[in-house]
Every structure is written in structure tokens, then in C-alpha cells.
């Protein structure tokens, strides 16, 4: 019998990654998204739906209100939380970054806590942000680990990474208080092929702006969306899985050499020179792997293969030389 798996925010870059191998895996997908009214942003996940042997259902649902997910998690085996916001440009942190983070990870454990006789694991999809400081470094003096938490950014500092942050330590809190077996992803920046037509992923938009030769703000510490879909769905198929996973590669990775792949695949197109980054290790991604068995792809196939699907799909507009 067909597992049963929960996706919050089942539109979004990572979320659409995730349904995508559970559907490969034939697992019975409810896929959460805030209208049904709007098909056109679901429409990539119903074809997903009846290409791949799994099936997939969506639900309505509200990251801000009480109960709204109690319906889709009950019976449910596993919950992948991923929705939360990533704006670029934010006018009220609170309103637009620490709420729906907060309280909707709230909302979506407590559902779980709800139907703990079925539901086997959570897993939420945290980030880098949670782990990071800028300031006073990892504690261990060298790389960050998943023993290191953010306590630096606040309302007023960083207030994405305080988010991401005070969400985590939310699903932590009512886990443990309620006995509910949870895992954490903490990715880096994510990039890789886009299955939808949508742009509004931060993510999508830079790469775009990079594709298109007009800018070359991207993140140097990254990850493929393929691996963050894969060490989801790890997290609940190895038994042995507990705690934070850092999901990324482990060196900074420079748009330099971005540029360089991007210009030998797509030789008739202009993109930004790029700049060197510190080709050194940041963090330990060595937990991902040897507890999960996480094997991360090369990022010269990350930036290939999301290139390719911006361009096919008419996202991206390269310029020619």
C-alpha cells in the first residue's frame, strides 16, 4: 500500500521537486496551495500528477489559519512543510516574512500533533539561514555545523534569516514538547531546472537576470533542487533520520564560474563576466551524507540543466552575441 504524504505550499520551487519524486515513487501526494481558484499556478503540478505513477491531490489551505491544514494532514503517513515566504523586497517583515513563517509552521506541526497516530514524520524545510552568523562565525571555530543556530539577525536585521530562523525553533518547541518525530532541511541558495512557468522564486529571478546577461547577484553557497528533493524524501524513507540536515555543497562557488559553464554550453549567447569567490569551505554538509546517503550533484549540471528548462520554457531571454 501507497504511502500518504502531506506538501505545504506544493507550487513553490522546492515544493514542486519534492511531489515530483514522491509522484516518481508512486507515493499519494496532497499537495497544499493557498487557491484552487488560481489553476494557472497548479497547473505544472496536475501534469506532474498524471504523468508519474503516484497520486496527487490538492487541498486549499491557509499558513495563517488555525486548523487549516488538520483535514489534508489527518491520515496522512508523512508532512512535508515547505511554504514560507522569500521576498526580495519586503515592506513589513512582520506581516510579509515572520508571521506566515511562524505561525504557519505552527499551524502545520500542530495538524501533525493532531493525527500523531498516523503521521510518522515531519519534515520541514528550514534553511542555511537558521544556521548561519555572520558575525561571530561557527562555534566550533572553523565550519558551520548543524549545531549552530542564528542568533544574531532580528526584526530589524536580516529579518528573512529571523524568520527562517524563529520557524525552526518553533516546529522544535512543539515537537519535542508533543513527542512528534521531526527533521530539518537546511539548504543553502537553491538552484536547478524549474518544472513551472512561474517566476516569482528569488532564486528564479536571479538566475534569470544572470541568463539574460543583466546581472550576476547569485548567492555563492548553493545547492540543486534535485538534491533538496531527494534529502526530503531520504528523511522519511531512512528510519535512522533525526534532527538538522545542512543540504549544500561545502565550498563557496564563484559566478565566475557560472559564466564559464554557461559560455561553453550556450556559446552563442552573452552572460555576465562574474566575479572570483573565496574558494573556500564554509560549513560541513558531511551529515546529509553519511546519515542519509546523499550524494550531491555537480553544480556545473545545476546551472546547465536550469539554464536550458528558463530558456525552453521562454522564462529567460538570452541576449546573442
Not at 6 to 11: I, Q
Not at 70 to 87: E, M
Not at 137 to 155: A, R
Request: hydrophobic share 40%; proline share 5%.
Amino acid at each position: 500500500m501507497a504511502f500518504t504524504a502531506v506538501v505545504t505550499g506544493a507550487t513553490g520551487f522546492v515544493a514542486t521537486e519534492i511531489c515530483r519524486q514522491l509522484l516518481e515513487k508512486g507515493y499519494n501526494v496532497r499537495g497544499t496551495v493557498r487557491s484552487l481558484a488560481s489553476k494557472e499556478k497548479y497547473s505544472h503540478l496536475q501534469a506532474l500528477g498524471e504523468a508519474l505513477p503516484g497520486v496527487l491531490t490538492l487541498h486549499e489551505a491557509d499558513l495563517l489559519a488555525e486548523g487549516s491544514f488538520d483535514d489534508v494532514v489527518k491520515g496522512a503517513d508523512f508532512v512535508f512543510h515547505t511554504a514560507s515566504p522569500f521576498i526580495r523586497e519586503v515592506h513589513d517583515p512582520q506581516k510579509d516574512l515572520v508571521d506566515p513563517a511562524v505561525k504557519g509552521t505552527r499551524n502545520v506541526v500542530q495538524a501533525a500533533v493532531k493525527s500523531k497516530d498516523t503521521v510518522k514524520r515531519i519534515v520541514v524545510t528550514s534553511s542555511f539561514a537558521a544556521v548561519v552568523k555572520s558575525q561571530k562565525g561557527p562555534q566550533n571555530g572553523s565550519l558551520f555545523t548543524e549545531e549552530d543556530w542564528n542568533d544574531e539577525s532580528s526584526l530589524d536585521d536580516q529579518p528573512y534569516r529571523f524568520s527562517k530562523t524563529e520557524a525552526e525553533k518553533e516546529a522544535w518547541a512543539i515537537s519535542k514538547r508533543e513527542g512528534l518525530d521531526l527533521v530539518t532541511i537546511n539548504p543553502t541558495f537553491v538552484l536547478g531546472p524549474v518544472v513551472s512557468s512561474r517566476t516569482d522564486a528569488t532564486s528564479i529571478i536571479l538566475f534569470k537576470d544572470f541568463v539574460e546577461n543583466k546581472g550576476a547577484d547569485i548567492i555563492p553557497w548553493q545547492v540543486d533542487v534535485r538534491d533538496i528533493g531527494r534529502a526530503h524524501v531520504l528523511a522519511v524513507e531512512v528510519p535512522t533520520a533525526s534532527g538538522r540536515y545542512i543540504v549544500s555543497h561545502d565550498s563557496t562557488l564563484s559566478t565566475k564560474y557560472i559564466s564559464e559553464v554557461l559560455s561553453e554550453r550556450f556559446p552563442q549567447y552573452q552572460f555576465p563576466s562574474g566575479e572570483d569567490a573565496p574558494a573556500k569551505q564554509v560549513l560541513d554538509n558531511s551529515k546529509v551524507q553519511k546519515e542519509l546517503g546523499l550524494q550531491l550533484l555537480p553544480a556545473k549540471f545545476t546551472y546547465i540543466d536550469m539554464a536550458t528548462t528558463l530558456i525552453q520554457k521562454g522564462i529567460a531571454k538570452p541576449v546573442a552575441k
